[in-house]
């Protein structure tokens, strides 16, 4: 088991950047892939990001490609999304979750990220 927690959300202008963290306990070294996720009010829920843990391979959606980056500490066991140059569209709560597996089965609570015009 794989308990993620994330941290870092809040209130930002346009143009301005936040630091996302998502760190995990439990059975870390049964991490296969940690992702970001982001979801609006009245929208489907969207994949934003993720890094996988065997060789550090990342991938971005288009819309954050160049402004968001995904990054992994394996010391402790956290994963970061920085972003930059955010958008009011950026404006979702985001959740952290991770494969073990073959399907995101482990999710954090999610935290609010608000840009303002």
């Known amino acids: 088991q794989v308990q993620p927690v994330e941290s870092g959300g809040g209130l930002v202008q346009a143009g301005g950047s936040l630091r996302l963290s998502c760190a995990a306990s439990?059975?870390?070294?049964?991490?296969?892939?940690v992702g970001w996720f982001r979801q609006a009010p009245g929208k489907e829920r969207e994949f934003v990001a993720s890094?996988?843990?065997?060789?550090?391979?990342?991938y971005y959606i288009d819309s954050v490609q160049g402004r968001f980056t995904i990054s992994r500490d394996r010391a402790k066991n956290t994963v970061y999304l920085q972003m930059n140059s955010l958008r009011p569209e950026d404006t979702a709560r985001y959740s952290c979750?991770?494969?073990?597996?073959?399907?995101?089965?482990?999710w954090g609570q999610g935290i609010q990220v608000t840009v303002s015009s």
């Open positions: 979750a991770v494969r073990i597996g073959n399907v995101y089965d482990n």
């Open positions: 439990g059975r870390t070294f049964t991490i296969k892939t």
């Open positions: 890094i996988n843990f065997s060789g550090d391979s990342t």
